[in-house]
């Protein structure tokens, strides 16, 4: 389908999934949910909360002091002994808490939740012997192997917040958060898995933290068993400082508000914030999610969150949810093509997995790899299927119902972000009919609403800011170290609402269709990465007098980033200099934020398009990327530079076409 098919599709999308009869008899969700939440969605999230094992219950639900919240407040709880004692307690210690699939064939571990307990009981004694206490930051950065989860329940249990870097950052982003939130350890393991190759991470960790004494400690995990160099004062081997470890330890029940973990995302500066989510209602809001909006019922399910742990939806539906609520997960390490682009239907049909998670973007590359590759396998098992991540167009909709769902699963699609915790924007399956494209609803006791410029509601029909309308157990506590940012970002630009930064409409029913970010925020395969990090990552090349970097529509990532720089007058620039200078240029952007935000495309231009004040014109850039007519460009202090641009661009592109 073209762009403006699509568009007009979207328009007037009247497809429409009820849920099966049979579906809806056995849902978690059951009529009535949404009116019950309605009249009082405290006693909601309350009954939510309850679902947890509590030390000691809350004095009180909910203490609001715009923008500041306090969930279950007085009550206190441990997460790892609600995600992993209680259920070996309860009997259920024989079940699998994890199918672990490694990227090399054959290379897995199923875990129980008894031996989760233990591991995770070991690895709080060696944070303990490691001089790790309650309130100190771990810093984490991993490959997804059990251990990276038994690190953040260790942590979890410890009271020790985490904050989990994500693999694929460089060692220059690294080091940016571990100083951020000033972490004196960090976990790592040598390498992992990817695309069949070892790939390193200790080097990484080794750059990160080059003159950084307060980093005094770092454990890791021998995953690979490739060479790497030792500090023998500051290293430690986890199999050899872990597993002498005794089993058991006695948690102790942490504050309700007791900071859980500190997660890292791009805003609209060049600073990655670091955003602050806290014990009891973030668990509350995650297992509650993840009950209902994935229908989860543990004894027979096999849920599958394909995304990587180093990002809030590993957090939320790898980890803390699916933990809490007993489930029994896949954790696989790899890319969708490791070992073959049937991997995920193989992974599927051997350990029959019943729920599946996952972006538009890896549903719009299996869509070009061919449905004859999941209909060679038997996915029968699969019962619900969610994407989560970015907008999903109607069409790839369309096709994982068919091709991955059979025709016969449920849909959810669901809008959230690092900042919401959980879920946010859902439909409940059994319960809610479905549109091809449409998030739906607010998730019972969430209040979203779509403004228009001067903060009114739109009618039905109409398209402006989505704000969301009360406070929610999962919502981010602040952004560490910088409470006036935290005011800033969210709760200006409409008095005491939460700014989400995502463009909304209502269709003529009055459901949600998100459309994307209204900041200057891209979105690439689902990971947020922000034009300002990638210009003053480029900026800071020798060679680079300015940058300027926008979010162009792609076929298969949603967004890619293009970025149109200007270099500096003693540069040399010919055409060979110029292909080198890109690629260097893209090198640059990898070391200094990591290989997702290395850019697309990168035009050298002798100008940019700025306006009589001198602000770059991005939207006009835009424009260029995306091969539309340019926009108005009356208010340029000079139109020429623009179509100069237009012009060059097209030529690159002939040129490499
Ligand atoms: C941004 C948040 C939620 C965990 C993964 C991303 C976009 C997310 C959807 C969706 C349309 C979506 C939004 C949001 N987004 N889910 N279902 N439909 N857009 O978390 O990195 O914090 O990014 O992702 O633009 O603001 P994140």
Redesign the pocket.
Known sequence: MTEQAELSALLTETRRFPPPAAFAAQANAQPGIYERAHEDPRAFWAEQAARLTWAKPWDQVLDWQPPFAKWFVGGRLNVAVNCVDRHVEAGNGERVAYHWIGEPEGDTRDITYAQLKAMVGQATNALIELGVRKGDRVAIYMPMIPETVVAMLACARLGAPHTVVFGGFSADALRSRIIDCDAHIVITADGGYRRGTATALKPAVDAAIANLPEVQTVLVVRRTGQDIAWDEARDHWWHEVVERQSEDHTAEAHDSEHPLYV?Y??GTTAKPKG?LHTTGGYLTHVSATHQLVFDLKPEQDVFWTA?DIG???GH?YIVYGPLANGATSVLYEGTPDAGGRDRWWRIISELKVSILYT??TTIRTFMKWGEDLPAGHDLSSLRLLG??????NPEAWMWYRKHIGGDRCQIV????????GG?M??PLPGITATKPGS?MTPFPGVGAEVLDNEGKPVDNGGAGF?VLTEPWPGMLRGIWGDPERYRQTYWSRFDGLYF???GAKRDADGDLW????VDD?M?IS???ISTTEVESALVSHPAVAEAAVVGANDAITGQGIVAFVTVKGSVAQDADSGVALIAELREHVATQIGKIARPRQILLTPDLPKTRSGKIMRRLLRDVAEHRELGDVTTLADPTVVNMIDEKMRTAEDEEA
């Open positions: 997660m995302t791009s955003i995304a990002w809030v939806t939320s972006a538009p994407s989560v991540g970015e907008p999903i699609d669901t809008w959230w972000q690092t900042e919401t879920i924007i859902t998030a989505l989400a930064g995502d998100l459309l994307g970010r925020v979105n689902g990971h947020r």
